[in-house]
C-alpha cells in the first residue's frame, strides 16, 4: 500500500480590531452619505462595479478629511501589526479609500481588491444584518461519498460590528449579503499598498 499524504496550503489570515474614536468618525461617515445620497454633490463613479449600492468616488481620501483622518488611525494601526509580525513593509501608502451604503436588496458581488492590503471598517452594520462572505477560489472539488453537497466551505462567513476593521489579503475574493432591511448599511473600504522605495540607479 502505497502511503499518501495530505497537506493544506494556503491558509488566509484576516487581521481585525475595533478602531478607537469609532463614535466620532461613525457620525461624520454617516453625515457624508446623508449629502452624497441627497444632493448634487453625488461623486459616485458613473462606471459600473462590484457594489451594487451607493458609493463614493475611489479617492474620497482627497476630498474627506475626515476619511483621511481614518486612514491615518488605520496606518497607525498597521505599522504597529507589521512590527509585532516581523512583516518587511518599507513603506505604505494609501491607493483607494471610498464610502458604500447599501440601502434594501443592495449587495456587492464577489471581486477582489487586486494586490495590495484591503481594509474595511463597518459603519453602521448591526441594524442590516450584515454578512461579510470570503469565498474559496478552488475551481475543482471532489466530493466524499457520504457529502451531501460540494458547497459547505466554499463560502465563509465573518461576523461584524459597527467599529470593527477586517484588514485581509486585496487578492482574496470576498461579497457582501444583500440588505434585506429598511436600515441603512455604510463601509468604508480603502487599499493600502506596500512600496520599497529605491533611488534610481545609474545605467
Not at 464610502?99 to 494586490?115: E, R
Amino acid at each position: 500500500m502505497i502511503q499518501i499524504d495530505k497537506t493544506e496550503v494556503n491558509k488566509e489570515e484576516i487581521y481585525s480590531f475595533t478602531l478607537p474614536n469609532f463614535e466620532e468618525y461613525q457620525n461624520k461617515i454617516k453625515q457624508i452619505v446623508l449629502v452624497e445620497s441627497n444632493s448634487n454633490i453625488d461623486t459616485t463613479p458613473k462606471q459600473e462595479c462590484n457594489v451594487k449600492a451607493g458609493r463614493t468616488a475611489w479617492n474620497s481620501h482627497r476630498k474627506y478629511p475626515i476619511i483621511n483622518d481614518i486612514n491615518n488611525d488605520l496606518n497607525d494601526i498597521l505599522i504597529q501589526l507589521i512590527k509585532n509580525e516581523n512583516f518587511d513593509v518599507p513603506n505604505i501608502k494609501v491607493g483607494e479609500s471610498w464610502i458604500n451604503w447599501y440601502g434594501k436588496n443592495q449587495f456587492a458581488v464577489p471581486h477582489h481588491h487586486k494586490d495590495c492590503l484591503a481594509a474595511v471598517l463597518f459603519v453602521d452594520v448591526e441594524s442590516s444584518d450584515a454578512s461579510f462572505l470570503v469565498h474559496k477560489t478552488s475551481h475543482y472539488m471532489l466530493q466524499k461519498k457520504n457529502e451531501s453537497t460540494t458547497y459547505s466551505n466554499i463560502i465563509q462567513k465573518i461576523n461584524v460590528k459597527n467599529g470593527h476593521v477586517i484588514l485581509f489579503d486585496g487578492s482574496l475574493v470576498h461579497s457582501v449579503s444583500p440588505n434585506l432591511t429598511d436600515n441603512t448599511r455604510i463601509t468604508l473600504a480603502t487599499n493600502f499598498y506596500f512600496t520599497y522605495d529605491k533611488d534610481r540607479s545609474e545605467y
